[in-house]
């Protein structure tokens, strides 16, 4: 049998990787399937029909550039969906592939038909159990508006977005997210079910720590009331469950979750969970639990790069009333690398320091509130520093490089100093240009251009550069 079907997707693949983020490809290309290459149309199998629908609205372009290149203008993609069925006898699900398949425009997909079958009655109806407006313990200060979107949480935030707009009608169902304290994971999660609880009247939402979860189960054996605890959580519509890995090595804790988490996706309710690892990395949890914790979409948030560690740390303040000046909050935010949670207690306790000791905010209060949040603080590299040293270099005043003087001289060095700041400081291009006479953000840019030109024709220049750096870093060790 022919494997060019495989050929052509990996080459695809191969095309699409430079235009994805590797999280994104992981996601939603490395699932994919390459089933046959027919008549100049490739046809792919997705997992499910949201699948399809989130490639075609997000990735079309990076699909259409990939198969012209490998089949010309007259390739086509066509996609086949697998349906998933579940039943009593065997619990987990089955991807059935598609019996029949029919001819399709480009770019839509092959449905797989669906068996008619009469309404089955809900054996999960409690008689004298009526549905009941349940307080759903959230947070309403964690909200979408005020999470703040990078690199390190797109495709987390993404799907919960898409949950939150249709609350286990997606693929993401469950849902899981995994990170390390402090990343916002709990932010996200209680803003998925502040967003539905303020969409859907009708759906009950509940937040709970698992830690209050394992209590509750404590309790209700102690009263002999676990069946009516399982009842309670049967009623729920959004089940958001925070940091699931503490029910490690609990098996009775861990018998009655998976019994409420079958009945609540049997029933197409959405179940929402964290956790500080991934579900293939939890220990002490029944393998039945992590393989359902699998069935949906797994998306982890890491630690936040120093743009957005920037931006939350500005959203802060606004909500704080704060103006704190630049140079304070990008020294905090280049200190305060693993947690937000310590971005929050850098604010509060600088609002402390500040007015208790009836002192302004400036950088040397930032240096000692930091130090009790962090063991050993970068010593900074500034652009004053870099400055001097490239002015000595070049036997030209700093003056001069704050300047409006054109020497040729002065302004290589001028260009020198924009270029090593914006590569060996986190200032910004903004707070760089106001240390050279207060120039604009493109004069660094055009300056920083300048510079690498010079560095890929010039042997001599370079060196210059490549001994300047290294005087630099030794800054960092005196």
């Not at 490998?70 to 019996?99: C, F, V, W």
């Not at 919960?160 to 849902?175: D, E, Q, R, S, Y």
């Not at 690892?277 to 948030?301: H, V, Y």
């Not at 930032?366 to 652009?383: D, G, L, M, P």
Request: aromatic share 8%; proline share 4%; net charge neutral.
């Amino acid at each position: 049998m022919s494997n060019e079907h495989i050929t052509v997707w990996n080459n695809c693949l191969q095309t699409i990787k430079k235009y994805v983020n590797p999280q994104s490809f992981r996601t939603w290309f490395e699932p994919i399937k390459p089933i046959r290459l027919q008549d100049n149309a490739l046809t792919i199998q997705v997992p499910n029909k949201f699948f399809y629908e989130w490639l075609e609205e997000h990735y079309v372009a990076e699909l259409k550039m990939a198969m012209r290149q490998e089949l010309g203008d007259s390739g086509r993609l066509e996609y086949q969906i697998l349906m998933s069925h579940q039943n009593a006898n065997n619990p987990n699900p089955i991807a059935n592939t598609p019996k029949d398949s029919r001819q399709v425009k480009q770019n839509q997909p092959l449905y797989a038909k669906e068996n008619s079958a009469g309404e089955i009655k809900n054996p999960f109806v409690i008689p004298g159990i009526k549905k009941m407006k349940i307080n759903p313990n959230l947070n309403k200060t964690y909200l979408f508006d005020n999470f703040i979107e990078g690199d390190c949480n797109r495709l987390a935030r993404s799907a919960g977005v898409a949950v939150a707009k249709k609350p286990g009608g997606t693929a993401f169902n469950p849902l899981f997210l995994y990170g390390e304290s402090g990343l916002g994971k709990t932010h996200l999660v209680q803003a998925i079910g502040n967003e539905v609880d303020n969409q859907f009247a009708d759906k009950a939402v509940l937040y709970v720590s698992c830690e209050e979860f394992t209590n509750q189960i404590i309790n209700a054996i102690k009263n002999n009331a676990v069946q009516d605890f399982v009842r309670f959580y049967q009623l729920i519509d959004v089940l958001i469950v925070d940091d699931i890995q503490f029910l490690a090595n609990k098996n009775k804790m861990q018998e009655i979750f998976f019994h409420i988490f079958n009945t609540l996706h049997q029933a197409g309710k959405q179940i929402v969970l964290t956790s500080d690892r991934p579900p293939k990395d939890l220990e002490g949890i029944q393998e039945r639990l992590i393989s359902r914790f699998k069935w949906g979409l797994s998306a982890d948030l890491n630690v936040p790069e120093f743009e957005t560690r920037m931006a939350i740390f500005e959203t802060k303040m606004t909500r704080e009333g704060l103006d704190i000046p630049s140079d304070v909050t990008e020294f905090i935010c280049f200190n305060i690398k693993n947690n937000i949670r310590e971005l929050e207690g850098v604010l509060i306790s600088l609002i402390a320091q500040s007015s208790l000791n009836r002192r302004e905010i400036d950088l040397d209060l930032a240096k000692e509130v930091i130090k009790n949040f962090v063991k050993n603080i970068s010593k900074e590299i500034t652009v004053e520093f870099i400055q001097e040293l490239v002015a000595d270099h070049f036997d030209v005043s700093v003056d001069k490089l704050q300047g409006k003087t054109r020497k040729r001289q002065v302004v290589i060095a001028r260009q020198l100093s924009m270029y090593l700041s914006k590569k060996m400081t986190n200032k910004s291009l903004k707070s760089i240009g106001e240390n050279f006479g207060g120039r604009d953000h493109s004069t660094v840019i055009y300056s920083c251009k300048a510079v690498q030109d010079l560095l890929d024709t010039d042997t001599i220049f370079k060196d210059t550069v490549t001994d300047l750096e290294k005087k630099i870093k030794m800054n960092l060790h005196e």
